[in-house]
Each structure stands twice: as C-alpha cells, then as structure tokens.
C-alpha cells in the first residue's frame, strides 16, 4: 500500500491520473519522462479508478501517431521475413481452379493467412490477393444493393482479376456519385 500511495504523490504520475480517455492517458504516458515501472503502476491505478479496460488502452495506443511511427521501424524487413518464413509455395506459378477457391471460402474466415498459405501449399502475398478479391467482392454487393451474399456469389466475382474487380467497383462508386448529383441538380 505504501507504494501506491508513493506513487501517487508524484507530480508527474498524478499528470499521468488526470487523464479522461485512453488517448489523453497514451499521449500524456508518451510525453512522461517516468521510467517504465512508474508508468506500469500509474496504469494499473488509473485502471482502477476509470471503467477503461486493458483493450481500451492498447486500442488507443495502437491509433497514437509515436507508436504508430515506432511499429513501422523496419517493417519491411519484418514483411520480408514473414513472406519467407510462411512461403509454402512450390515455387512455380499456380493457377487457382474453381475448386481450390470454393475451398478457401469455405475456411477463409477459420483460420489465419498463413495456415491458409500451409493448407493450398501458396504464398501468402498469393493469399492477401484471394483475400483482396473476396473484400471487393462483397463491397460490390453491398454498393449494387444486394440483400443476401452467399459463397457462390462470391466465388463468381473473385474468378475474375482484381484489377477488373477494382474497376467494376470504382465504376459503380461513380455512378452512384454521378447519381446524387444529378438528382441535387434536378431539384
């Protein structure tokens, strides 16, 4: 107890207490100048006395520009070395037949891309683009109104490329711009 309340006589950790938001907390946290076990006892009472989570944190923390910037450092290099680390490729080209797609819906959203890249023997920039297809996909459907998704929609829509999915969307986006405006005008 007597460490609590040592740390709560402290200024700088009583900046840190005051705050009213995970974001206000994350940046006052960022521009302290408090060693990292005054900070992780600070958290731990300003926890306790908010109804803010662990997970409220760690989201605003995710969204704080400085731990954005830090979480970038080197991140090409840690790209490059999960792509090597998880390619279950052959190293040949492979073609995805209808059947290995109708596979992929069916265990798309089960398990993670790189289970997915172990499963079909595939990269995983090969499987962010089967996933790509499928996110445009279902983002065309939404935009033309569709009541009801199902797999095979889907599975029609992402036998095409995504460059011809892109375009089909950004069509339809236009379209619906080109619509709003011509119905402002006609008022």
Same mark, same amino acid.
Not at 110 to 139: C, G, H, M, V, Y
């Given at each position: 107890?007597?460490?609590?309340?040592?740390?709560?006589?402290?200024?700088? @950790?009583?900046?840190?207490?005051? =705050?009213?938001?995970?974001?206000?907390?994350?940046?006052?946290?960022?521009?302290?100048?408090?060693?990292?076990?005054?900070?992780?006892? =600070?958290?731990? @009472?300003?926890?306790?006395q908010t109804d803010f989570t662990i997970e409220?944190?760690?989201?605003?923390?995710?969204?704080?520009?400085?731990?954005?910037?830090?979480?970038?450092?080197?991140?090409?290099?840690?790209?490059r070395k999960r792509f090597s680390d998880f390619?279950?490729?052959?190293?040949?080209?492979?073609?995805?037949?209808i059947e290995l797609l109708k596979q992929f819906? +069916?265990?798309?959203?089960? @398990?993670?891309?790189?289970?997915? =890249?172990?499963?079909?023997?595939?990269?995983?920039?090969?499987?962010?683009?089967?996933?790509?297809?499928?996110?445009?996909?279902?983002?065309?459907? +939404?935009?033309?109104?569709? =009541?009801?998704?199902?797999?095979?929609?889907?599975?029609?829509?992402?036998?095409?490329?995504?460059?011809?999915?892109?375009?089909?969307?950004?069509?339809?986006?236009?379209?619906?711009?080109?619509?709003?405006?011509?119905?402002?005008?006609?008022?």
């Amino acid at each position: 107890m007597s460490k609590i309340k040592d740390v709560m006589d402290n200024q700088k @950790i009583k900046k840190l207490l005051s =705050a009213k938001t995970p974001e206000e907390y994350i940046d006052n946290s960022v521009k302290s100048k408090l060693p990292q076990r005054d900070k992780a006892r =600070a958290t731990k @009472i300003w926890l306790e006395q908010t109804d803010f989570t662990i997970e409220d944190i760690s989201y605003a923390r995710n969204r704080h520009p400085y731990w954005k910037a830090i979480k970038q450092k080197n991140h090409q290099f840690r790209t490059r070395k999960r792509f090597s680390d998880f390619n279950y490729s052959t190293g040949n080209t492979q073609p995805w037949t209808i059947e290995l797609l109708k596979q992929f819906l +069916e265990v798309n959203d089960k @398990i993670t891309d790189r289970e997915l =890249a172990q499963q079909f023997k595939r990269s995983l920039p090969s499987i962010q683009a089967i996933r790509r297809r499928i996110n445009l996909a279902n983002r065309i459907f +939404e935009l033309e109104g569709a =009541a009801k998704v199902n797999k095979s929609m889907i599975l029609k829509k992402i036998v095409s490329d995504e460059k011809v999915l892109r375009k089909k969307l950004n069509e339809i986006k236009d379209n619906n711009g080109m619509n709003s405006v011509q119905k402002k005008k006609k008022k």
